[in-house]
């Protein structure tokens, strides 16, 4: 699904990543850990395209994202990758159901099949009733969910998540965290998520740590 072959970045003398080698399997929940620094949000953006390395391959559903031009990228991207960031990001002049339609409609799809995706998520993600309400009206959870139904609407094969937690309460990142692997059982996406939780880590199916730039071995327990 994912092949990351002797991936290196640097920024200016900074080398961020020092030749990084990963296989993520479909399906899998991934979770990559680290100090700060340590490269993790520099992978992911790699990873999801938004970045490019200075050395190696990224190879994600089959396609050379490393050898595509921006116009290609930013196809792939729409089509076949979702994001999840630390703050939602939603446009606040949009509904909860328009938000999650937006990267339908970049994808040319019609405003009926866009809908009935949309509505289809919100079912369920539990927020239906929220469909017509405005981020300023939604709580931490709530937009954080039509987030998730935004990365989700194009059916991508991989979800990307940076610390997709960091900003909410125990309550709702607990409903968070259970959503991924129920997305995961539903649709059959792989997630690679970057995170500082703990508790998230640990219910992953693989956790990968880095440190320097380098994936580091595990500590024992």
Not at 21 to 27: A, E, P, Q
Not at 42 to 49: D, E, K, N, P, S
Not at 147 to 165: F, G, H, K, Q, T
């Amino acid at each position: 699904m994912i092949d990351i072959k002797n991936i290196t970045k640097s920024f200016g003398p900074l080398q961020v990543l020092k030749g990084i080698d990963l296989t993520i399997d479909k399906g899998e929940v991934v979770s990559i850990v680290g100090p700060s620094g340590a490269g993790k949000t520099t992978l992911l953006q790699i990873i999801g395209t938004l970045d490019r390395p200075d050395t190696g391959s990224v190879s994600v559903d089959s396609i050379v994202t490393t050898t595509l031009s921006q116009k290609q990228l930013s196809d792939f991207r729409n089509r076949h990758l979702g994001f999840v960031f630390q703050f939602h990001q939603l446009l606040p002049e949009f509904t909860a159901i328009e938000n999650i339609m937006i990267p339908a409609y970049i994808a040319g799809r019609s405003n009926k099949d866009a809908k009935a995706r949309a509505e289809e998520l919100l079912q369920f993600m539990g927020l239906t009733d929220r469909a017509h309400h405005k981020p300023a009206e939604l709580s931490g959870g709530e937009k954080q969910r039509v987030a998730v139904a935004r990365a989700l609407v194009n059916n991508p094969a991989v979800i990307l998540a940076d610390e997709p937690s960091g900003s909410l309460d125990s309550q709702n990142k607990k409903e968070l965290h259970q959503l991924f692997f129920d997305l995961r059982d539903k649709f059959g996406q792989t997630f690679v998520i970057v995170t500082h939780d703990e508790e998230l880590a640990s219910l992953t199916d693989r956790t990968i740590h880095m440190k320097d730039g380098l994936l580091a071995i595990p500590p024992q327990t």
